[in-house]
């Protein structure tokens, strides 16, 4: 058993055998090719040969998941040569592991054959994550492949949004009636000859798929065999229904250390499970989406994406972060008499905008995590404004009195200390007050929070800080 560090190392050292073979197979193809001898061709081939037959070796040893890793940390071309190494019956696997920006390129070098053959090993629930990124006429053939109720199944994740449940359940689940014994219920097991990944429960439903509980496979070994079902089964379990919030779902997953949940349609018919695995991937992608959000990126970027396509996915917030340095510098650009009466303005009122916001930054984040959690709403907005604000005032008092301090031991002068104080207070304020309201108001109007929030902030308590400290200046001390 290997621990998270040493499989780090692994799979480390992994990524730099891959390419010494890659460039070791590079050095040996020029120096076959530009040294003259007889059957070149021949010999060139054979040297091909073997250093594709070496690498490949080395690939067939890896989990999809470390060859996924692989393929996102090389350059397209090198990408592209690994890719064509990978045997045709793990491409299904690996497609699904890699990130969507990779996906994109890999899937643009394949035909349409090697697409559906990869795509024909997937489960139903593992198609409908593939299939978005599938041109449409081999999405087409893929549906035309598959039986009726495979074929109903992928239609029906595929209708669902990527916010919903349907779009992360799964279909491999294991159902029994509720008046046979759990002996008998072992024996079906056994003679299924395994359970599909994560099974901690049967589904226990009627002969029209009806779900009436659940149960626990502790609860099947420990108990009487001659036992029925239905007395030992569990009939408050956590249900899901395909249009629930896929966020919810995992808030609940988490609340209920679950392993897996029952999907159920209006009816109460059983259509699907949600599975601890396919929770952990959205928590996961929602969390690296967040923190692209707040950088200001739309989307998850290829590290060898071209240059066109990585400047298209940064040039919004950009244009938006140049619009509020522009405002800052006409905030500035009102005071320019006073800045040139006294210079020290100029040095200073950089330190109480970058202060401020941080502090915005860091009531935002406390925002937004309050929001996913689903503990912060309208109806304690006032409550947080009024704590936010409260943590504002002490910090500016604090912080405001040690840079006043600082300034006045600088510059000399005792009303440019208490100036200075008083801004850092107002601006920390102001920052916490924006801190509160921005993410609340778009949350309110269905915008996600952490989308540029961070910009936002930032751009208040710039224009806001220059503004409160150059006004206080111009009236006090000019």
Do not use: C
């Not at 990944?197 to 099947?220: A, E, I, N």
């Amino acid at each position: 058993m290997a621990d998270i560090q040493e499989s780090k190392e692994s799979l480390s050292e992994s990524l730099q055998q891959v390419i010494a073979l890659l460039e070791k197979h590079r050095l040996i193809e020029n120096m076959v090719h530009n040294q003259e001898m007889s059957n070149h061709e021949l010999i060139e081939s054979l040297v091909h040969k073997q250093n594709l037959n070496e690498l490949q070796k080395k690939l067939e040893l890896l989990h999809p998941a470390d060859v996924a890793y692989i393929l996102e940390a090389l350059p397209l071309e090198q990408r592209l040569d690994v890719w064509e190494l990978v045997k045709a019956d793990r491409d299904g696997e690996i497609l699904l592991e890699v990130s969507d920006a990779v996906r994109q390129t890999l899937i643009a070098d394949m035909d349409s054959d090697e697409l559906l053959a990869a795509a024909e090993q997937l489960d139903t629930d593992e198609l409908a994550d593939l299939a978005p990124d599938l041109p449409k006429d081999v999405l087409q053939d893929l549906l035309d492949s598959l039986d009726a109720q495979n074929r109903a199944r992928l239609q029906s994740a595929l209708s669902y949004s990527d916010d919903a449940v349907g779009s992360i359940m799964d279909f491999d689940i294991v159902t029994i009636r509720e008046d046979i014994t759990l002996e008998v219920a072992l024996r079906y097991m056994r003679r299924l000859g395994g359970l599909p990944d994560h099974t901690d429960k049967l589904f226990v439903v009627d002969r029209d798929d009806v779900l009436h509980g659940v149960l626990p496979l502790k609860r099947l070994v420990v108990s009487d065999l001659d036992a029925k079902v239905a007395d030992v089964m569990s009939e408050d379990a956590v249900i899901f229904h395909p249009e629930d919030i896929a966020d919810d779902a995992a808030k609940a997953f988490e609340r209920y250390d679950l392993v897996t949940a029952p999907v159920v349609d209006e009816s109460g018919k059983l259509v699907g499970r949600v599975t601890v695995d396919a929770v952990m991937d959205l928590i996961r992608e929602e969390a690296e989406s967040d923190m692209l959000s707040m950088a200001g990126l739309r989307e998850e970027e290829d590290f060898f994406a071209s240059v066109w396509k990585s400047v298209q996915n940064r040039w919004a917030w950009l244009a938006i972060n140049l619009i509020t340095a522009l405002i800052a510098s006409r905030v500035i650009g009102l005071f320019e008499g006073s800045i040139e009466k006294i210079v020290a303005l100029a040095a200073l009122m950089p330190i109480v905008a970058g202060v401020g916001g941080n502090s915005g930054n860091q009531t935002t984040t406390m925002i937004v995590r309050g929001l996913a959690l689903g503990q912060v709403a309208s109806h304690n907005m006032k409550s947080l404004i009024t704590k936010e604000l409260g943590v504002a005032l002490l910090n500016g008092l604090l912080w405001g009195g040690v840079i006043g301090a600082v300034a006045y031991a600088l510059y000399g002068s005792y009303p440019l200390g208490l100036v200075m104080m008083s801004a850092m207070t107002l601006n920390l304020l102001l920052a916490a007050l924006m801190g509160v309201v921005i993410p609340l108001m778009m949350n309110k109007i269905g915008r996600d929070p952490a989308v540029g929030s961070s910009v936002l902030i930032t751009a208040m308590t710039d224009s806001g800080g220059f503004f409160i400290f150059l006004g206080l200046a111009t009236i006090f001390l000019i």
